[in-house]
């Protein structure tokens, strides 16, 4: 006997009729594939979507400020896209200054390339295999069936990123999925599964051969992220790896295989993208690792002191204006940060300092500084020549006392304008180790090879800190053996 009356049955038929409507409703045939998508987005709203996730990442990411290059890079993407499923979305394509190797792609149409990925491309196929796959996540609205199944960024959080400072010697560890502000964009870096990350391998590799490149170009760029996962596997003994991009492939994945082959087979396009030139001559001089921009800047208005070692962050959009030893950061209306430095002729307190170095009179606000295992002190105080109240302090560096006047010019916001001066005080620090010197970033360099050339011999000579043979192995395709032939183009690292 059931235990529904009919009342309750009426009821639950009603629901399911309901849920049933809405599961219709919200079925949308896929672009890309022709298949039934669940989904809960119009075009137009993915579109929105696409735009407020990039502000984010433009928020929290440093864009790759080579014009050259990024036109490249925007070139080879928009001829990919031209001749994808979904040809009419405004396409924008961004390098990201960043030494991880990566990709992603947002909603609506925005694609990211990250520099340290370009470093490991040895052809413009190679390019347009990696552009081409991000565009058939777009163009299969992976992201839009993720965030409908309520998967979007499950993963993200807790991703693990690639350690390129292996490669590098500069310590930089992967930590680009938990800096980005873009939950959307975190999901592309963490990959969508193996089933999106096929079909999107799948549908780049028919984009490859409508545009005129060779197909292959998909397995040949998989081989070289594989390879560099398993050196870091090697060296690490384990941990991480590239995510995202090519993540969920075996080696030898017999699916992707076949999609391939299938591309090749059903479309009568012959391969005409074959000349590398110009591939070579806008990637001569790509940063190798981290460089000065996207350590420098901070995504703040961070400065250094090379000579004198250290480094500050100023309040955003500040000028600064800079001698030998001294710098002064301002804003009209609002104030300014001056810092210069005394050689320190004794061991003396640095409140003493301030009063007895400095002339301050009538401290208010005093207190201690202990940062950066640094150690001063800090207050507010009167200018005696204007009257004007301003922030002061002094840190002591090596042999140096840094002294810092903060002046105040909005007396209606005096408050504010104190706690912008004192946060940028208190951003002081030494310059770290392994942190880039102005202009010393290593750079790629091509050169065609010799009759006896010799990995092992160039490393001798490189200028990466650690595993110079293989990481040059690598960046060129031959890891873990084999060599060129003479007069094969190779990347060095100078």
């Known amino acids: 006997m059931s235990i529904l ?178 939950i959307w964009a975190q999901t592309g870096l963490s990959g969508f599964g193996r089933e999106h990350e096929l079909e999107a391998d799948s549908l780049a590799a028919e984009y490859l051969v409508n545009a005129g490149y060779d197909p292959e170009a998909m397995i040949e760029v998989i081989t070289v992220l594989k390879n560099q996962e398993d050196f870091n596997r090697r060296v690490t003994g384990g941990g991480g790896t590239y995510h995202g991009l090519f993540a969920t492939h075996p080696r030898n994945d017999r699916r992707l295989q076949e999609a391939i082959a299938q591309v090749g087979q059903l479309n009568d396009n012959t391969v005409t993208e074959v000349e590398s030139s110009t591939f070579r001559e806008t990637m001569d001089g790509l940063i190798v690792g981290q460089s000065n921009a996207s350590q420098r800047t901070d995504q703040r208005n961070r400065y250094y002191q090379d000579l004198l070692g250290y480094t500050l962050v100023f309040p955003d959009d500040w000028n600064i204006d800079e001698t030998t030893t001294t710098v002064t950061a301002s804003a009209p209306n609002i104030g300014k940060l001056r810092i210069e430095a005394q050689r320190l002729q004794a061991n003396i307190e640095p409140r003493v300092f301030l009063i007895d170095n400095m002339g301050v009179q009538n401290l208010q606000k005093s207190e201690p500084l202990s940062q950066f295992r ?116 190779i990347k060095l690292v100078e």
């Not at 090596?398 to 002294?403: D, L, T």
């Not at 005080?425 to 065609?448: L, N, P, W």
Request: aromatic share 8%; net charge negative; with cysteine.
């Open 374 to 489: 640094l150690i001063g002190h800090t207050g507010v105080a009167a200018n005696p020549d204007t009257g004007r109240m301003e922030r002061v302090a002094t840190l002591y560096l090596g042999p140096r006392a840094f002294i810092f006047r903060g002046e105040i010019t909005d007396a209606s916001v005096s408050d504010e304008i104190d706690e912008m001066l004192l946060a940028s005080i208190r951003s002081f620090r030494a310059i770290q180790q392994g942190e880039v010197v102005a202009g010393d970033e290593m750079k790629i360099k091509y050169v065609q090879a010799s009759e006896f050339f010799d990995f092992s011999v160039v490393a001798r000579q490189s200028r990466i800190a650690n595993f110079p043979e293989e990481t040059l192995r690598l960046l060129n395709g031959y890891y873990p053996i084999g060599t060129p032939e003479e007069g094969d183009w």
């Open 5 to 182: 009356n009919g009342k309750t049955k009426l009821v639950l038929a009603s629901l399911t009729a309901l849920i049933a409507s809405a599961l219709l409703s919200s079925c949308a045939v896929n672009p890309a594939t022709g298949g039934a998508n669940l989904v809960f987005m119009s075009e137009n709203r993915e579109k929105e979507i696409g735009l407020e996730e990039h502000e984010k990442v433009m928020s929290s990411m440093t864009l790759f400020e080579d014009e050259e290059l990024v036109a490249y890079v925007r070139e080879i993407g928009q001829k990919m896209a031209d001749v994808s499923h979904r040809p009419d979305l405004e396409y924008h394509f961004y390098v990201i200054d960043s030494p991880e190797i990566n990709a992603f792609a947002l909603p609506g149409g925005y694609v990211y390339v990250n520099r340290g990925l370009l470093t490991y491309m040895n052809s413009e196929a190679d390019l347009a295999a990696v552009l081409a796959h991000e565009i058939g996540h777009i163009t299969a609205r992976h992201s839009v069936q993720q965030q409908a199944r309520g998967t979007l960024a499950r993963g993200a959080a807790v991703a693990g990123g690639f350690v390129a400072g292996i490669a590098t010697g500069s310590g930089y560890a992967a930590s680009q999925i938990s800096e980005v502000a873009s």
